[in-house]
């Protein structure tokens, strides 16, 4: 059967962040059957002015779902598609609000995989299925930071998560923090105890990978690696997440290790679904520090006819209504193939509203220089690896060099590498593997074009 006679029967009412991937729902299912509604497209009277970061934006999101019960500006559309409340209610990944009115929801995870995904309590996880990570210190509040994390420092550093208690876990980065020497960051909580957990683990030499797949009731389908572009900001001491970008390295037996840790999740779980899983490739291998019990966020470049595809293959195998196998591994081929280019997600502080907030950067050796089609972007590399003896890598232009902060003295990698949630940043970078003939197209960092081992920056 294909993916959508798989689908509950009846109407469906689709709620997603993107306005492509409803149209996409929309256009698979057709709007006798589906009406699908994109967050994204709130009206501006029930939107709020600032959004703090990726955290911010999912509780928002969920937040207004909630106003499915009556009281919130989607209950309209919906009960008006669906007056009698029989519809089936479908949210992908990674919306998950703990309310969302009456209608029966489908594809919901269950609470003891979510669970693992607060990294105060992670590491309980990777000692269960005996998977090598990194020392760390689990503790309340955050007084005493620096005397904790000289116990897991390896001399490189330190990386804190920190966990409010009583809410969900934190996305594209928020939430931590990291040091080389001297005091923690100001800019950690300083809340009693008893109001947040900590996490402290040493920050780690390599480069920040994303391993992700779909845990099916037979089998485990592993995605192509990704490495996680994440930039550090010394004056916060906290990281900018930017995005994935495939590795240029030969990664067969990272796809093995990720097929491995689905098989895990499966046995000691019974996880079925979308998962990832992000850490360092350091020298001595690969090395978790966060696991997220949903379908990538690494796809949010792929055409949105294929991504929703992939949401609704995630969804049924939470149901255990999963399609043919050999069809799920065709659909992720497509959906994580390596084209000309990449998008990569940036922010910036001041933006220009009647110019562009995409331009198209190239490969000239070993620096980016604007396309042809695209105006006066810069070619910028990293002084700090030039020091450390590496060849240079690539760093963001001079606007969004202001938020993500470049120069000397930041780390090359961290020991926290965090989830990428669904970007929400103001300006964005797209740039092409260097595999290929050099082209790119403003949306964020690049990865480097080394033939060797790369030094990189954190993640977050």
């Known amino acids: 059967m294909s993916i959508t006679q798989l689908l509950p029967d009846g109407k469906l009412i689709v709620l997603c962040g993107r306005a492509?991937?409803?149209?996409?729902?929309?256009?698979?299912?057709?709007?006798?059957?589906?009406?699908?509604?994109?967050?994204?497209?709130?009206?501006?009277?029930?939107?709020?002015?600032?959004?703090?970061?990726?955290?911010?934006?999912?509780?928002?999101?969920?937040?207004?779902?909630?106003?499915?019960?009556?009281?919130?500006?989607?209950?309209?559309?919906?009960?008006?598609?669906?007056?009698?409340?029989?519809?089936?209610l479908v949210l992908p990944d990674p919306l998950d609000p703990p309310r969302a009115g009456t209608r029966r929801r489908f594809g919901v995870r269950q609470p003891a995989w979510r669970l693992f995904e607060d990294k105060t309590v992670v590491d309980t996880l990777w000692d269960a299925a005996g998977v090598q990570r990194a020392p760390s210190v689990?503790?309340?509040?955050?007084?005493?930071?620096?005397?904790?994390?000289?116990?897991?420092?390896?001399?490189?550093?330190?990386?804190?998560?920190?966990?409010?208690?009583?809410?969900?876990?934190?996305?594209?980065?928020?939430?931590?923090?990291?040091?080389?020497?001297?005091?923690?960051?100001?800019?950690?909580?300083?809340?009693?105890?008893?109001?947040?957990?900590?996490?402290?683990?040493?920050?780690?030499?390599?480069?920040?990978?994303?391993?992700?797949?779909?845990?099916?009731?037979?089998?485990?389908?592993?995605?192509?690696?990704?490495?996680?572009?994440?930039?550090?900001?010394?004056?916060?001491?906290?990281f900018l997440c930017a995005g994935a970008v495939p590795l240029l390295d030969d990664a067969a037996d990272l796809v093995t290790h990720t097929e491995r840790i689905g098989v895990g999740l499966r046995e000691r779980l019974g996880y079925c679904g979308g998962f990832s899983v992000d850490g360092i490739l350091t020298s001595s291998g690969f090395q978790p520090t966060d696991f997220n019990a949903r379908l990538t966020s690494a796809m949010e470049a792929a055409p949105s006819d294929r991504r929703v595809l992939l949401h609704a293959v995630n969804l049924l195998a939470r149901e255990g209504n999963e399609p043919d196998a050999g069809a799920v591994e065709q659909l992720a081929e497509e959906v994580f193939s390596i084209g000309t280019s990449c998008t990569i997600f940036g922010a910036t502080t001041h933006v220009n509203e009647r110019a562009s907030r995409t331009s198209s950067v190239r490969w000239d050796g070993d620096r980016l220089v604007p396309a042809p089609s695209s105006g006066q972007t810069e070619g910028w590399s990293s002084p700090r690896h030039r020091a450390a003896g590496c060849s240079p890598r690539p760093l963001p232009p001079p606007g969004f060099r202001a938020v993500a902060g470049s120069g000397p003295g930041h780390p090359r990698s961290s020991g926290s590498a965090t989830r990428s949630s669904a970007p929400t940043s103001d300006t964005s970078y797209r740039h092409s593997t260097p595999r290929q003939t050099p082209v790119c197209r403003k949306h964020g960092s690049a990865p480097s074009q080394r033939a060797g081992r790369r030094a990189v920056h954190g993640s977050g």
Request: glycine letters at 14%.
């Open 138 to 238: 689990v503790g309340d509040g955050t007084a005493d930071l620096a005397m904790l994390g000289a116990m897991v420092d390896q001399g490189t550093g330190v990386v804190c998560s920190c966990q409010p208690r009583g809410a969900g876990p934190s996305a594209g980065g928020d939430g931590i923090w990291w040091w080389r020497e001297g005091p923690p960051p100001t800019t950690i909580p300083t809340a009693g105890s008893g109001t947040w957990r900590v996490r402290l683990m040493p920050l780690l030499e390599g480069i920040p990978v994303r391993l992700h797949g779909l845990a099916l009731t037979t089998r485990s389908i592993p995605f192509p690696p990704m490495e996680l572009v994440t930039l550090p900001r010394p004056g916060q001491g906290t």
């Open 20 to 88: 492509d991937d409803a149209e996409a729902w929309q256009d698979l299912l057709g709007p006798a059957r589906c009406l699908a509604i994109a967050l994204d497209d709130a009206p501006s009277d029930v939107r709020p002015r600032t959004l703090r970061g990726a955290s911010d934006h999912l509780a928002w999101q969920h937040h207004a779902i909630g106003g499915l019960d009556g009281s919130g500006w989607l209950a309209e559309a919906a009960d008006a598609f669906d007056p009698d409340h029989t519809a089936t």
